[in-house]
């Protein structure tokens, strides 16, 4: 694992970034790993390539900390890259592995009402992807939108959202 993430920050090559990362999504299946990749500062690496001008690479990464953010200590690390992960749902191409990756990761970080703050201005977006998305897209953005729901704090947003 370790090497791994430092083969994440040595290469600038898409095609071993992306391997990379969906090896290191694969191991975060386990528990230990994700406890193993957080103290390496995997996380923060691996968020770091959500800012890549690559979709695949961005996707990847996606799927990684979706795979890491079954964890709660991870989901403190993982919190900071909401908004970004929010800004790449609404700029990626509709339906694409892209959009889906970022609204799986949503998904698994609206389950507690600890951030849904940070998604509040995204919501017209989800209500937008919920009317124009193909059924794999709506499937997701349903999951959002229900968690977002069991919140009493944001039924104002979500009832006043402009689509």
């Known amino acids: 694992l370790q090497k791994l993430i430092h083969l994440l920050q040595a290469t600038d090559d898409p095609l071993i970034q992306e391997q990379a990362l969906i090896t290191l999504s694969n191991s975060a299946a386990f528990s230990v790993n994700q406890d193993i990749i957080r103290n390496l ?3 923060s690496i691996i968020g770091g390539m959500l800012s890549d001008c690559v979709p695949k690479v961005k996707e990847k990464a996606l799927n990684a900390l979706n795979n ?11 919190q900071v890259y ?3 992960v929010c800004r790449n749902v609404e700029s990626a191409p509709r339906n694409s592995d892209l959009q889906l990756a970022g609204l799986r990761l949503l998904t698994n970080m609206s389950v507690t009402g600890d951030y849904h703050h940070k998604m509040t201005n995204s919501i017209p977006c989800f209500l937008h992807l ?3 998305g193909t059924e794999r897209t709506q499937i997701q953005v349903l999951k959002v939108l229900v968690n977002l729901s069991a919140n009493p704090a944001m039924t104002r947003h979500l009832l006043r959202a402009q689509v």
């Open 82 to 84: 909401i908004t970004q």
């Open 68 to 78: 890491l953010s079954m964890n709660t200590k991870n989901q403190e690390e993982i």
């Open 130 to 132: 919920l009317s124009e």
């Open 41 to 43: 500062n995997g996380l």
